[in-house]
């Protein structure tokens, strides 16, 4: 529309996603953004920066309407939230809804109408704020679950833009997805898109059965049909698998820093130099299998078949969304397991499990990652999981050993992991075991085959292929919207 093109904004690239990628301390005076943990920050700052573009999101604290800052060369625009809506849409929708029905009911998921309508609301704001940003012909990439329903709000306002969506965690099968009272309502939203990304092939495959079962409409290889409806002309949509990655050269960077490589020796010190050190990074979430870990590791320690003089484990559990009553439980639970597991295995001395229950610089992670001989990933269910990839990246040796989760994404990725099922504690055990005693010259070449592939497959690997691909649909001629 060239009538409306006075009342664009100046950006081409825009992301879109729940929270801006910055943090900021809440007992520090000073008030000073720091930039956030996190998978999708991890995943998705690289490409900001080299793009120059805007990044739409949340910060965090509610109630506070923020201006328009830029942050390490990201100009950042901030949408608020009130204190409602990070209840509703937030606490509510996105992580009590969506959260546990995507990650097969692990918990109960809760349908709430009011909350319901948090969602449509705050996802109307996001995709409001996009249309006033985003210059004509811009392209746009939506962020997951809490936005599933820009894309088909902003093709309505902006048919001009060029809009991609990207799923970070899985999209569940058509049976679990079917529970969702606005089941129709969220694929007709992501359908807004033209090309929507999940971490799996599997994951794609069952958006585009839900499409199929609920809408009626047509499927060929991954490109959904749209018709025509009332207010929209109909269009195509791919919707396919892009398995996210990381920023391998930076961690491999951190990895060969002396200063870190003394600090994952002191961190050896400080344990008591055991034989073996096994790690466990995960945020405090019930989907990451913390328990079962644990459960298998205090078993094994109780058969006596790991001695607690030779092995730790250091599991790092950063807080999150501690206001929610299933992570009140799992954090209960995990800290339950921690201290039984200590006051039956521990003695003065040789602690069983070092529980740390806080967050940590990257530099840190990075000398934890190089301390650990064996890493555990035993999620129930994850989209990607880029704990498992960062471990990797840091052994610079090709020694190590990963145990991994037949239900994280990652588990298609990294062939040479030890692959487990943490459902089944008796072969979840046997995969640590298999770890633990698995002879240099395996770990050597099993890890080699996986520091390949996330040398290969980086995060701006991952980045360009999405873009670029999102780039070519619009360009291609059966593509163009008729006027
Ligand atoms: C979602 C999906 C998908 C964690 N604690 C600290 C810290 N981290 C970093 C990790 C990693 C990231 O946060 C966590 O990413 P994960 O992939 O492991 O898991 P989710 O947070 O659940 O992420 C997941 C991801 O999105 C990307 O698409 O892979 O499946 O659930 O980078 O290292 N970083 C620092 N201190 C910490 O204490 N600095």
Same mark, same amino acid.
């Given at each position: 529309?060239?009538?409306?093109?006075?009342?664009?904004?100046?950006?081409?690239?825009?992301?879109?996603?729940?929270?801006?990628?910055?943090?900021?301390?809440?007992?520090?005076?000073?008030?000073?953004?720091?930039?956030?943990?996190?998978?999708?920050?991890?995943?998705?700052?690289?490409?900001?920066?080299?793009?120059?573009?805007?990044?739409?999101?949340?910060?965090?604290?509610?109630?506070?309407?923020?201006?328009?800052?830029?942050?390490?060369?990201?100009?950042?625009?901030?949408?608020?939230?009130?204190?409602?809506?990070?209840?509703?849409?937030?606490?509510?929708?996105?992580?009590?809804?969506?959260?546990?029905?995507?990650?097969?009911?692990?918990?109960?998921?809760?349908?709430?109408?009011?909350?319901?309508?948090?969602?449509?609301?705050?996802?109307?704001?996001?995709?409001?704020?996009?249309?006033?940003?985003?210059?004509?012909?811009?392209?746009?990439?939506?962020?997951?679950?809490?936005?599933?329903?820009?894309?088909?709000?902003?093709?309505?306002?902006?048919?001009?833009?060029?809009?991609?969506?990207?799923?970070?965690?899985?999209?569940?099968? *058509?049976?679990?997805? #079917?529970?969702?009272?606005?089941?129709?309502?969220?694929? &007709? +939203?992501? =359908? /807004?898109?033209?090309?929507? @990304? *999940?971490?799996?092939? #599997?994951?794609?495959?069952?958006?585009?059965?839900?499409? &199929? +079962?609920? =809408? /009626?409409?047509?499927?060929? @290889?991954?490109?959904?049909?749209?018709?025509?409806?009332?207010?929209?002309?109909?269009?195509?949509?791919?919707?396919?698998?892009?398995?996210?990655?990381?920023?391998?050269?930076?961690?491999?960077?951190?990895?060969?820093?002396?200063?870190?490589?003394?600090?994952?020796?002191?961190?050896?010190?400080?344990?008591?130099?055991?034989?073996?050190?096994?790690?466990?990074?995960?945020?405090?979430?019930?989907?990451?299998?913390?328990?079962?870990?644990?459960?298998?590791?205090?078993?094994?320690?109780?058969?006596?078949?790991?001695?607690?003089?030779?092995?730790?484990?250091?599991?790092?559990?950063?807080?999150?969304?501690?206001?929610?009553?299933?992570?009140?439980?799992?954090?209960?639970?995990?800290?339950?397991?921690?201290?039984?597991?200590?006051?039956?295995?521990?003695?003065?001395?040789?602690?069983?499990?070092?529980?740390?229950?806080?967050?940590?610089?990257?530099?840190?992670?990075?000398?934890?990652?190089?301390?650990?001989?064996?890493?555990?990933?035993?999620?129930?269910?994850?989209?990607?999981?880029?704990?498992?990839?960062?471990?990797?990246?840091?052994?610079?040796?090709?020694?190590?050993?990963?145990?991994?989760?037949?239900?994280?994404?990652?588990?298609?990725?990294?062939?040479?992991?030890?692959?487990?099922?943490?459902?089944?504690?008796?072969?979840?055990?046997?995969?640590?075991?298999?770890?633990?005693?698995?002879?240099?010259?395996?770990?050597?070449?099993?890890?080699?085959?996986?520091?390949?592939?996330?040398?290969?497959?980086?995060?701006?690997?991952?980045?360009?292929?999405?873009?670029?691909?999102?780039?070519?649909?619009?360009?291609?001629?059966?593509?163009?919207?008729?006027?």
């Amino acid at each position: 529309g060239s009538e409306s093109a006075g009342t664009y904004g100046d950006s081409d690239f825009v992301v879109v996603a729940n929270r801006l990628p910055v943090d900021r301390d809440a007992s520090d005076p000073d008030q000073e953004w720091r930039t956030s943990p996190g998978g999708l920050v991890t995943a998705v700052a690289p490409v900001m920066k080299a793009q120059e573009g805007a990044w739409i999101g949340w910060t965090g604290v509610a109630d506070v309407d923020f201006e328009p800052f830029t942050i390490d060369g990201m100009h950042l625009i901030p949408v608020t939230l009130t204190n409602e809506d990070v209840l509703r849409y937030y606490e509510g929708f996105s992580n009590a809804t969506l959260w546990p029905l995507y990650h097969d009911v692990i918990a109960p998921p809760e349908y709430h109408r009011t909350w319901w309508e948090a969602y449509v609301r705050v996802n109307e704001r996001f995709a409001a704020k996009v249309a006033e940003v985003a210059a004509e012909s811009a392209t746009v990439w939506v962020h997951d679950y809490q936005l599933q329903l820009v894309p088909q709000l902003l093709r309505r306002m902006r048919p001009d833009l060029r809009i991609g969506f990207f799923n970070h965690i899985p999209f569940p099968p *058509f049976e679990l997805f #079917a529970q969702l009272p606005w089941r129709d309502e969220i694929l &007709r +939203g992501l =359908l /807004g898109a033209d090309l929507i @990304g *999940f971490q799996r092939p #599997a994951d794609a495959a069952n958006f585009r059965r839900a499409v &199929r +079962g609920r =809408l /009626g409409y047509q499927t060929k @290889g991954s490109t959904v049909t749209v018709p025509d409806s009332g207010d929209l002309p109909g269009h195509s949509v791919r919707a396919e698998a892009f398995p996210i990655s990381i920023d391998t050269p930076y961690l491999e960077e951190l990895a060969a820093d002396p200063a870190i490589i003394e600090r994952a020796a002191q961190i050896r010190e400080e344990v008591g130099n055991p034989k073996v050190i096994m790690l466990g990074v995960d945020r405090m979430d019930y989907t990451k299998g913390i328990r079962h870990r644990l459960k298998a590791f205090g078993e094994l320690l109780a058969e006596g078949r790991l001695n607690v003089e030779d092995i730790v484990l250091i599991q790092i559990a950063t807080p999150s969304r501690e206001r929610l009553e299933q992570y009140k439980i799992i954090r209960h639970d995990v800290e339950l397991a921690v201290g039984r597991i200590n006051g039956e295995q521990a003695d003065i001395g040789s602690i069983a499990v070092h529980y740390l229950h806080h967050s940590y610089p990257r530099d840190e992670m990075t000398a934890f990652f190089i301390a650990a001989d064996v890493m555990l990933v035993t999620a129930l269910r994850d989209g990607m999981n880029l704990v498992a990839k960062e471990y990797v990246a840091c052994r610079l040796h090709d020694d190590g050993a990963l145990v991994l989760s037949e239900f994280a994404g990652a588990a298609e990725q990294l062939a040479g992991a030890v692959l487990v099922n943490p459902h089944d504690i008796g072969n979840l055990k046997a995969g640590i075991l298999e770890a633990v005693q698995m002879d240099p010259k395996t770990r050597a070449r099993r890890m080699r085959q996986m520091r390949k592939k996330v040398r290969t497959d980086t995060v701006s690997a991952w980045s360009k292929r999405f873009l670029s691909e999102l780039d070519a649909i619009r360009d291609s001629p059966e593509a163009i919207v008729p006027e």
